[in-house]
């Protein structure tokens, strides 16, 4: 028994934010139908990496989903996606602004055909915005929400994240709006409709930054600080013996750090007393524990004395390093699956453990419009001849057409 058995949904989502919250639910047991438009589908179809005409991005967002491919269009594809929406609990999109509302299919007009509908719509700016006519992807979102900002180099220019950290976060948090809002339709029998903002996503991250400057009335300017943190130390990455690590000692952990470098001393010097004092002292704080760490031969070395002392620590990891580690395999936070056209391929494993679900369904990503015929003549009632004719009609499409 899956967790999310029994719960349908219609997903109309593309690239990454929206088949984040998708193939979660499809994680957990939900049936999803992938609502593609013609002629090519998904763009994320076309995102490297590609082996053999199959792209490993969109397989890794879109294990598990029901593909049909529909030129919207028309008014035929259109009359099969609102007689879906009575058939789902839950509707996802993150098109671009007006073009849910331009197709007749925004939560307005998709409520009064399932009152008990569930719909999130992810946006850059959010819909009810004054930005709300606005295009984005994810590093607009980390630009207007302050985290490019406060990422890199103190005296450096703003820098994005590497990875699409805008895009999963939005997706993440409309993932768990939607199982709350399934949670209320339970209780009462209503749906609703979930405004998810990459942006608000973002925002959401700033803790000290926004509630400093408040509080300081405006004295507390948050900025970059590069590779240490600029108010608590010792905090931020040292460069050990055999590569970059991590050591993260609050006030707590400080003694202990002291005890591990063996330097008794530092813990009562006036200059790294406390917290703010270490933070304002660093450039003599940082040069002193990396002098420590490199009498070691390497950081395996380093990591086992500081963890001895229960100082919080950990190497830098590159993802490449980080698949094959005891660590991600045995927690199954990377994992390695079977495509039956890229064959095995490793990806990110599923981030929650539920202990009524402690086992994951197998999965399969979609062809394009694999599961046309499927979804129309099991939830519709369509004939396979009906089939046939959309489909020489142009109003389905598929990978074999």
């Given amino acids: ?68 491919c529909i030129d919207l269009r028309r008014p035929e594809a259109l009359d099969i996606v609102k007689a879906l929406v009575g058939k789902v609990d839950v509707v996802v999109e993150n098109f671009g602004p007006g073009v ?36 984005g992807y994810d590093w607009v979102a980390q630009a207007f929400a302050g985290i490019m900002h406060m990422t890199g180099a103190a005296d450096g220019p703003p820098m994005p994240v590497g990875m699409g950290i805008a895009d999963v976060s939005s997706g993440v948090h409309a993932f768990s709006a939607i199982g709350y809002a399934l949670f209320h339709r339970e209780r009462t029998g209503e749906g ?82 406390d917290s703010t004092s270490r933070a304002k002292n660093q ?28 100082v919080p620590s950990a190497p830098v990891l590159s993802p490449a390093e980080a698949i094959d580690h005891p660590y991600f395999r045995a927690r199954g936070t990377v994992r390695t699956v079977a495509d039956p056209v890229l064959g095995s391929l490793s990806i990110p494993g599923f981030p929650l453990r ?8 197998e999965l399969t990503a979609p062809l394009l419009g694999e599961h046309n015929a499927a979804v129309l003549e099991q939830l519709l009632g369509y004939t396979p001849a009906q089939v046939a004719e959309l489909s020489a009609a142009g109003v389905l499409a598929s990978a074999d057409r």
């Fill in 1 to 68: 028994m899956n967790i999310l058995d029994g719960i349908r949904v219609l997903d109309f989502t593309q690239y990454l934010a929206g088949p984040t919250v998708t193939r979660l639910m499809a994680e957990m047991g939900a049936e999803v139908i992938k609502v593609e438009t013609t002629p090519g589908g998904d763009p994320s179809r076309l995102l490297p990496v590609i082996k053999d005409g199959r792209s490993g991005y969109f397989v890794q967002q879109n294990r598990g989903k029901h593909s049909l």
């Fill in 100 to 135: 849910m509302e331009k197709r007749g299919l925004s939560y307005k007009d998709l409520k009064p055909l399932n009152p008990r509908l569930v719909m999130a719509s992810i946006s850059a700016y959010g819909r009810e915005s004054p930005l709300s006519h606005k295009t």
């Fill in 192 to 273: 609703q409709w979930l405004d998810i903002s990459m942006i608000d996503s973002m925002f959401h991250m700033n803790e000290i930054s926004v509630q400093g400057t408040s509080l300081t009335d405006g004295a507390f300017v948050p900025k970059r600080a590069g590779n240490n943190h600029p108010l608590v130390a010792p905090f931020g990455v040292f460069k050990g013996p055999t590569g970059y690590l991590v050591i993260l000692a609050l006030q707590l952990q400080w003694k202990g750090l002291c005890e591990a470098m063996e330097q008794p001393a530092l813990e009562h010097d006036p200059r790294f007393a």
């Fill in 283 to 310: 450039q003599e704080l940082t040069p002193i524990i990396e002098a420590w760490l490199a009498t070691f031969s390497d950081n395996e070395a380093v990591l086992a004395r500081l963890e001895r002392f229960r």
């Fill in 354 to 361: 539920f202990s009524a679900q402690p086992s994951l369904p």
